[in-house]
């Protein structure tokens, strides 16, 4: 059974940081992509980070680009988002997200909340 839980959300003042974690288990994590998204209420869920079997394969969506670092640990299955320089506009529920098959696999997801 394919699981994903993400931790490390929390509310943080503009210009902080956090590291979000994505806990793997039910299939070889090592063997699949991930990826990182985001959603505010109301709006569609949004890529912010994807990342290939190792750390060389990264990729980011623009408004992050130089803030955001995703990268992984495949000995213990985790996924991670490392995010720099928070903006309220980064306020969002994160989902981490793998593509099995034909099926995507998603998260419960964890708040981030970036105010003063």
């Known amino acids: 059974q394919v699981q994903l839980v993400e931790s490390g959300g929390g509310l943080v003042q503009p210009g902080g940081s956090l590291r979000l974690s994505c806990a793997a288990s039910?299939?070889?994590?090592?063997?699949?992509?991930m990826t990182w998204y985001r959603q505010t209420p109301g709006k569609e869920r949004d890529m912010v980070a994807s990342?290939?079997?190792?750390?060389?394969?990264?990729y980011y969506e623009d408004s992050v680009k130089g803030r955001f670092t995703i990268s992984r640990d495949n000995a213990k299955n985790t996924l991670y988002l490392r995010m720099d320089s928070l903006a309220p506009e980064d306020t969002a529920v994160y989902y981490c997200m793998t593509h099995l098959g034909e099926a995507n696999y998603w998260g419960q997801g964890t708040q981030v909340t970036v105010s003063s």
């Open positions: 039910g299939f070889t994590f090592s063997r699949y992509g």
């Open positions: 990342i290939g079997l190792d750390d060389s394969l990264a």
